[in-house]
């Protein structure tokens, strides 16, 4: 648990009511809500929920710098999204060999884990549609970057990014790659994401796929 910071949120689903209402414009039958798991998700089914749209999940895999795993020096999809930070690259000397490694070993990774999370469920359809990219917030954007241009590559007709808090610099570097990024909080003194949330625990597989088990019985029911 984490001191609250004003402005910030109880958990994951506060967060994501409150997103949905800077996203009321896409309250449509049409609209494809994707969380990026895992924290992403319950946001993302919470806007999801309000909005009336459907929900599922993409993931994106952080690529680590060779000698600190922790350090992110781009990131890739599922379906081979990539976002590089051709910068640090250089800067650390990292090979084209080991990107490479790296990009293929993730790629396969986040294959992997889509699967698991959906389940039997289809993957949803993304072209002509309007995808709502959601995570609980941005710090530098990597993985956000990689998850736009996954989206892109599937023919949708907007794609939007939502985070409920973020760096002025991520949100700002967003814009470049999203047709909108919805970011109501952008803190001056911005820290890490989860110092804006009075809980902050981690979320784990089963209740990433519960949430999209649960959205999905909904919507068949017509809820």
Known sequence: MNSLLAPGFRDRGDAGRFLARHLAAYRTTDTLVLGIPRGGVPVAAAVARALGADLDVLVARKLGAPDSPELAIGAVTANGGRYLNEDMIRDLGVSQEYV??????????????????????????????????????LATGATMRAAVRSVRRQGPAQVVVAVPVGSIEACGALRKEADEVVCPRTPVDFMAVGIYYADFTQTPDSEVRRRLHDHQTSRAKGA
């Not at 490694?101 to 990774?109: L, P, R, Y």
């Open 100 to 137: 490479e490694s790296v990009t293929a070993e993730e790629t396969e990774e986040a294959r992997r884990r889509e699967e698991r999370f959906r389940g039997d469920s289809p993957k949803a359809e993304f072209k002509g549609r309007v995808v709502i990219l959601v995570d609980d917030g």
